[in-house]
């Protein structure tokens, strides 16, 4: 019986020990030692603390932008979803409500990439509807309203027409030194779903704001 209780109690003197060790193995692996200053510090960029959404633009003055241009749009019944990046995009992390600020940023972007999407067959049987070219002539009033809205520093544009959340129907792209140039990627779905209907007539001209 005494050498039961001696074994016993070796084998749970070596388990307690073994759990201290464990104890002590886990305490070491949460332990989160002070890192050492270094000679040449990162210094990490961050961004100015403003909120903006997304998915309408890549800084506050081009989401407010294109939110302002969407709606104007729907209001229309021209039921297009819209997004705008323009760089430099820092120039636009000022505050969208201070109008001068906001001015000042527009200006300074030299290049733009805006983006309108559509599922409204509505919407879409009334583009295709206007012909290849009256198609090119709604996208060059889209970026001519940013033109307008102060955007006047573009030295390239690009807008992409998508049919839903995957089709790219059209490109129109712009240089200030080239022009527009305009091309259908989709030879308008060979008119299946937006072939339009007698209801459907080609828009007449985009809102302004």
């Known amino acids: 019986m005494r050498r039961r209780l001696r074994r016993l109690g070796a084998t749970l003197c070596s ?7 464990l104890s002590a193995c886990s305490e070491a692996q949460v332990t989160h030692p002070t890192p050492q200053a270094s000679a040449t510090p990162i210094v990490i960029a961050t961004l100015p ?47 969208e409500t ?17 983006v309108v999407a559509s599922e409204s067959l509505p919407t879409l049987r ?10 090119q002539k709604y996208c060059e009033q889209l970026v001519q309203q940013f033109v307008d809205e102060g955007y ?20 129109l792209s712009w240089t200030k030194a ?19 209907v007698p209801s459907a007539t080609p828009f007449v001209a985009q809102p302004t704001r």
Not at 15 to 21: D, I, S, V
Not at 152 to 171: I, N
């Open 15 to 21: 388990g307690l020990a073994a759990a201290a060790l």
């Open 178 to 196: 080239g022009g527009y140039t305009f091309k259908i990627l989709d030879n308008n779905l060979n008119g299946a779903l937006v072939t339009p």
């Open 126 to 135: 009334a583009l295709v509807e206007m012909g290849d070219a009256g198609q």
């Open 98 to 114: 201070d109008a001068q600020a906001a001015a000042a940023a527009r200006a300074k972007f030299t290049d733009m990439f805006l």
């Open 49 to 95: 603390p403003i909120g903006f959404n997304h998915r309408y633009g890549n800084n506050p003055v081009t989401a407010a932008d294109a939110f302002a241009v969407e709606r104007a749009l729907f209001a229309k019944k021209q039921y297009w979803e819209v997004g705008l990046r323009a760089d430099p995009a820092q120039a636009g992390y000022v505050q």
């Open 152 to 171: 006047t520093g573009l030295q390239t544009a690009t807008v992409a027409v998508f049919f839903g959340e995957s089709d790219r129907h059209a490109t």
